[in-house]
């Protein structure tokens, strides 16, 4: 029970890491509540763990505030915000080919959302003495890739830089503030990704040390941690849960 009677908000909670997350903490006590703009996964994940489904826009500063709004007004307050709601569409791919209007869809999404989460869990957590945000950025925030999703790279970087940011701005009002970078994980998103293209993805399960990609699962197990009590002496960290990608040279046969 590592999070008994603590209030979690997580975006992107309706599949993937999001829902894996909503399971573990609930399963450690806490009361979870799910942003997501799939209204059907957002309720029924919400009805799996006893929770609260707000149906949010990331990129819409209105309908963020309202999330956290519904959190605390239904709970008493805030403990956690999980970041994680991201796209990494088929458009977003290299620089030469990427329009603009896909760029700026992928930072939407990907950075200016965590902005606004941050702005908005941060008061609550404020009034709370403490707390813990724990942003969603990649392993490709710290790796150049010749397989580019120029938007989504540069977005998970504007993560990783936005977290350090507030980590160190707020560490002495308790609130920490960390970025986790999750390897290749399989998830519906990395599944359609790949689906038409199974070379594309040998060419990355290669560069994998541990042969393979995450289950969401093992992410969940990390942002349980950062949410928890147990990493109390962590803030502005990049948090890399990777299979030891951005550790290799070359890897096992």
């Not at 009677?5 to 894996?20: D, E, F, N």
């Not at 990355?204 to 009590?229: C, K």
Request: contains cysteine; aromatic residues 6%; glycine residues 10%.
């Amino acid at each position: 029970m590592r999070l008994d009677g603590k209030v979690c908000v997580i975006t992107g909670g309706a599949s993937g890491i999001g829902l894996a997350t909503a399971r573990r903490f609930a399963a450690e006590g806490a009361h979870v509540v799910i942003g997501d703009v799939d209204p059907v996964a957002g309720k029924r994940v919400a009805d799996e763990v006893r929770g609260l489904f707000v149906p949010v826009d990331v990129t819409s500063e209105a309908e963020v505030q309202a999330l956290f709004g519904a959190a605390v007004d239904t709970y008493g307050g805030l403990d956690v915000a999980f970041n994680n709601a991201g796209i990494s569409p088929p458009e977003d791919d290299s620089i030469l080919t990427t329009s603009l209007d896909a760029w700026r869809r992928v930072q939407e999404v990907n950075l200016t959302s965590v902005y606004l989460c941050c702005r908005a869990a941060i008061p609550h957590l404020q009034a709370r003495g403490g707390g813990s945000i724990i942003n969603t950025a990649s392993f490709v925030a710290v790796m150049g890739a010749a397989t580019s999703q120029i938007s989504y790279t540069a977005s998970k970087g504007g993560v990783l830089a936005l977290s350090r940011e507030l980590g160190v701005q707020f560490a002495r009002e308790k609130i920490r503030v960390n970025a986790l970078c999750p390897g290749p994980v399989n998830t519906p998103l990395l599944q359609e990704l790949f689906a038409d293209d199974p070379e594309r993805a040998a060419r990355r399960l290669v560069h994998i040390p541990m042969g393979r990609f995450a289950e969401a699962t093992e992410i969940a197990n990390a942002v349980l941690f950062l949410a928890s009590d147990e990493s109390s002496f962590m803030t502005a960290s990049t948090f890399l849960v990777d299979g030891g990608i951005s550790g290799a040279y070359v890897t096992p046969l």
